[in-house]
């Protein structure tokens, strides 16, 4: 199975819908997307709202391509970029579903709880072996295998998760139903 064309990365909160169901690996080892944020460039939640830094530079590049950042010094967390070039949008995967490599990353990981392993941005992070080494990457090669959702997935939507501005907005995407969430929907 093919890696979505460009177009499918055209606008952020639809992209962050359009990916729940998909499968993402990294080096054979990742699963089903269960869970996104959008981020848009005029959104002042997003890395990109206060204009282009070296931090957040793969933001404003190509779609289809990785954005990777350190969140609180810790967990490397992946974005996929969306939008046209030099505008500044991503999608942050937030969980997923482990299908493929599972003692790959019960090692990463240190735990053996499957529901666990992938629930989180820093956990998808540490369980695909996310690295700053990722950042700017196109999604469509390797080490990124990227494959569209079988059939129409049921998609839920809500607020954003632990950020401080524009809260309201219902940009978090999930499979409804998953127990793979990061936290439930309400």
């Given at each position: 199975?093919?890696?979505?064309?460009?177009?499918?990365?055209?606008?952020?909160?639809?992209?962050?819908?359009?990916?729940?169901?998909?499968?993402?690996?990294?080096?054979?080892?990742?699963?089903?997307?269960?869970?996104?944020?959008?981020?848009?460039?005029?959104?002042?939640?997003?890395?990109?709202?206060?204009?282009?830094?070296?931090?957040?530079?793969?933001?404003?590049?190509?779609?289809?391509?990785?954005?990777?950042?350190?969140?609180?010094?810790?967990?490397?967390?992946?974005?996929?970029?969306?939008?046209?070039?030099?505008?500044?949008?991503?999608?942050?995967?937030?969980?997923?579903?482990?299908?493929?490599?599972?003692?790959?990353?019960?090692?990463?990981?240190?735990?053996?709880?499957?529901?666990?392993?992938?629930?989180?941005?820093?956990?998808?992070?540490?369980?695909?072996?996310?690295?700053?080494?990722?950042?700017?990457?196109?999604i469509d090669a390797p080490p990124f295998e990227?494959?569209?959702?079988?059939?129409?997935?049921?998609?839920?939507?809500?607020?954003?998760?632990?950020?401080?501005?524009?809260?309201?907005?219902?940009?978090?995407?999930?499979?409804?139903?998953?127990?793979?969430?990061?936290?439930?929907?309400?």
């Amino acid at each position: 199975m093919s890696s979505p064309s460009i177009d499918f990365f055209a606008a952020s909160p639809v992209v962050a819908r359009r990916l729940i169901g998909a499968t993402l690996l990294v080096d054979g080892v990742g699963g089903r997307i269960v869970e996104t944020e959008a981020y848009d460039r005029e959104d002042p939640a997003s890395h990109s709202f206060s204009g282009l830094t070296p931090r957040n530079a793969a933001m404003f590049g190509p779609p289809a391509h990785a954005y990777v950042y350190r969140s609180y010094g810790i967990h490397w967390c992946l974005n996929i970029v969306c939008r046209e070039e030099g505008h500044g949008a991503g999608v942050l995967i937030r969980a997923i579903e482990p299908l493929e490599g599972l003692d790959v990353m019960r090692q990463r990981r240190g735990l053996d709880d499957v529901r666990l392993l992938c629930a989180g941005p820093g956990r998808v992070g540490q369980a695909l072996g996310i690295t700053r080494e990722h950042n700017a990457l196109p999604i469509d090669a390797p080490p990124f295998e990227l494959r569209p959702a079988k059939g129409r997935p049921h998609v839920v939507s809500g607020p954003r998760i632990g950020i401080s501005k524009a809260m309201d907005q219902p940009w978090r995407f999930g499979l409804e139903g998953s127990p793979f969430l990061s936290r439930p929907f309400r």
